[in-house]
Nanobody
Framework: QVQLVQSGGGLVQAGGSLRLSCAAS???????MGWFRQFPGKEREFVSS????????YYADSVNGRFTISRDNAKNTVYLQMNSLKPEDTAVYYC????????????WGQGTQVTVSS
């Protein structure tokens, strides 16, 4: 059974930093792992992703230059380092994993709240 278990998150003041972690179990060899976030009453939106085989990264414009995605293949874990946080980054963050040969993310973490106070 595939599981993505998230850790990190919490409350931080504007300008501060947080790191999210997402550990995958039950399967190895994802094509891509990513982070999404969801604001209250809104659709989930893309934040960042990393291609596991070549570490190519992608970022939403809103976080580019402030957030960094990375992965540790030995631990089957992906991280999201969030710096210079803003109140508008407040959301529930989800990690996700995409299998080879699919267009969508197939597995999701449980979500973790990130709250940035002004």
């Amino acid at each position: 059974q595939v599981q993505l278990v998230q850790s990190g998150g919490g409350l931080v003041q504007a300008g501060g930093s947080l790191r999210l972690s997402c550990a995958a179990s039950g399967i190895f060899g994802f094509f891509s792992m990513g982070w999404f976030r969801q604001f209250p009453g809104k659709e989930r939106e893309f934040v960042s992703s990393i291609v596991v085989s070549n570490s190519r990264t992608y970022y939403a414009d809103s976080v580019n230059g402030r957030f960094t995605i990375s992965r540790d293949n030995a631990k089957n874990t992906v991280y999201l380092q969030m710096n210079s946080l803003k109140p508008e980054d407040t959301a529930v963050y989800y990690c996700a994993a995409q299998n080879y040969g699919t267009d969508n993310y197939d597995y999701w973490g449980q979500g973790t709240q990130v709250t940035v106070s002004s």
